[in-house]
C-alpha cells in the first residue's frame, strides 16, 4: 500500500501568490514525522519543514506552513507569498517512530511547481 | 562546515561494467543511508548504516548492489553488471541524534551521483 500520496504531479502559481501542495499518507504507527523537501533542477534535497504526530499545531517555517489533519492523515504544504525561486520538484515524505528504528523516509511521487512571473 | 558530499556527481557506464559511488557524510553523523530516484519519482530507500553496521537493506537492493562503510565514516555504493534499470540518481543522506524529540535525527541529504547505464 502506497503510503505517501501526492495527487497533484504539477502545478502553477503565480507570483506572489499563495499554493497548497497536497499530501495525504497512511500509517499504522501512532509516533510518525512528516516532512517537505524542495529538489532545485540542481537535485539537492532541501528540507523545508516538519510536524510531528503529537504535535498540537501546525508547523511553519518562515513562508512555508504545513496544514497538519490529522483524523483525514493529509499534511499539504503551504507556500505564501511565492518566489520565482521557488520553482522546483516538491517531496512530501513520512518517517515512522516506533515501527521502524531505522527512521528512513518514505517519499510520495512529488508535485513539480512552476511560480509564473 | 561541509555538507554531505557525494562523488562522482555523474557517471555514464556501458552495460555489463561496474561502478561505485562514494559518499561522504556530515563529521560525527552516526546514520547514513542510500537512496536511488528514477526519473519522475521520489526516492527510495536502499539501505542503512549506523557507524559501520549496516542495520537494514530495501528488496530493491538486488544482489549486484552491495554498500559498506568501514571505521563508520565514508561509504561505498558498489553497482556489479549494471543494467539500464540501474539508471538513477543515487542520493546518501546523513544524519544524527540530537538534543531533545525523536524527531531530531533530521537527514541532510548529498547532492547525488546521476547513473547513465547505456
Known amino acids: 500500500a502506497q503510503k505517501i500520496t501526492q495527487t497533484q504531479p504539477g502545478m502553477f502559481v503565480q507570483e506572489k501568490e499563495a499554493v497548497t501542495l497536497d499530501c495525504t499518507y497512511d500509517?499504522?504507527?501512532?509516533?510518525?514525522?512528516l516532512f517537505w523537501y524542495k529538489q532545485p533542477s540542481s537535485g539537492e534535497m532541501i528540507f523545508l519543514i516538519y510536524?510531528?504526530?503529537?504535535?498540537?499545531q501546525n508547523a511553519t517555517e518562515g513562508r512555508y506552513s504545513l496544514n497538519f489533519q490529522k483524523a483525514r492523515k493529509s499534511a499539504n504544504l503551504v507556500i505564501s507569498a511565492s518566489q520565482l525561486g521557488d520553482s522546483a520538484m516538491y517531496f512530501c515524505a513520512m518517517r515512522e517512530g516506533l515501527m521502524d528504528s531505522s527512521y528512513k523516509l518514505i517519499f510520495g511521487s512529488g508535485t513539480r511547481l512552476l511560480v509564473r512571473p | 562546515d561541509t555538507g554531505v558530499s557525494q562523488d562522482p556527481r555523474h557517471k555514464i557506464t556501458k552495460r555489463g561494467q561496474n561502478v561505485t559511488f562514494r559518499c561522504d557524510p556530515i563529521?560525527?553523523?552516526?546514520?547514513l543511508y542510500w537512496y536511488r530516484q528514477t526519473l519522475g519519482q521520489g526516492p527510495e530507500f536502499l539501505t542503512y548504516?549506523?557507524?559501520?553496521?549496516?542495520?537494514?537493506k530495501s528488496r530493491l537492493l538486488s544482489d549486484r548492489f552491495s554498500a559498506e562503510r568501514p571505521k563508520g565514516s565514508f561509504s561505498t555504493l558498489e553497482i556489479q553488471r549494471t543494467e539500464q534499470g540501474d539508471s538513477a540518481m543515487y542520493l546518501c543522506a546523513s544524519s544524527a541524534p540530537g538534543q531533545g524529540s525523536l524527531w531530531d535525527y533530521e537527514q541532510y541529504f548529498g547532492p547525488g551521483t546521476r547513473l547513465t547505464v547505456t
Open positions: 563529521s560525527e553523523h552516526n546514520r
Open positions: 510536524q510531528g504526530s503529537y504535535d498540537q
Open positions: 500509517t499504522s504507527d501512532p509516533s510518525y514525522g
Open positions: 548504516f549506523q557507524n559501520e553496521a549496516q542495520l537494514e
